[in-house]
């Protein structure tokens, strides 16, 4: 009499899925080893990195290729959470995005783990104080504008081109400098947009 094996195939454990990691900075001149290194040595099987503004998820293909990418059981790993996103709303959308299609999300040098109740308590918490460190940021450049400008440093923004007024002043017959001049804009400015050499 054969004896029958209580555990079965559907009792197995699913099998572990990928890691993968993603980093960013915000310039050109930033460096990502640093990131990528961590990373790696998280176990990271690949790794996504770009330079990019984390004020949006718009743009990010980076991000987007490895979300799109990830499948169930897998996670994502960062740093920590404001290279992912900088606004709480960006940073739900993305964590509800990945909860949806049963991908993990984690970062190393935080406590964060969405497979955990208290690591995602942890990732809310912390995207509330990122998205706050942001704000106060932007206090301070607003402030330090209008105190440039009180004290006449600030010039603004270089004046934007009227394209319909250069054509039509070049069409009366006026110059590209005196276009220039009566526009408030440089001539290479005014020549670029009509199609001519500089004299």
Request: charged share 30%.
């Amino acid at each position: 009499m054969r004896t029958r094996n209580p555990a079965s195939a559907q009792d197995a454990p699913a099998p572990a899925g990928h890691v993968y990691g993603y980093a960013r900075v915000s310039t050109t001149d930033q460096d990502l080893s640093v990131q990528e290194a961590a990373l790696h040595a998280a176990g990271c099987e690949l790794v996504r990195a770009e330079k990019r503004s984390g004020a949006t998820i718009e743009g990010r293909s980076e991000l987007r290729t490895l979300m799109d990418f990830a499948r169930k059981r897998d996670t994502i790993v960062v740093t920590r959470i404001d290279r992912l996103a900088r606004s709480i709303a960006d940073l739900a959308g993305i964590v509800r995005e990945l909860e949806t299609k049963g991908v993990a999300l984690r970062a190393t040098e935080q406590p964060i783990d969405t497979g955990s109740a208290a690591g995602k308590a942890f990732l809310g918490m912390l995207g509330v104080f990122a998205e706050f460190e942001t704000n106060i940021r932007r206090e301070r450049q607003l402030e330090g504008i209008a105190k440039a400008k009180a004290e006449g440093v600030y010039k603004g923004r270089p004046a934007s081109i009227d394209a319909a007024a250069v054509r039509a002043l070049s069409a009366e017959g006026v110059g590209g400098s005196e276009i220039a001049r009566r526009l408030g804009i440089g001539r290479a400015s005014v020549y670029r947009l009509l199609g001519e050499k500089i004299a």
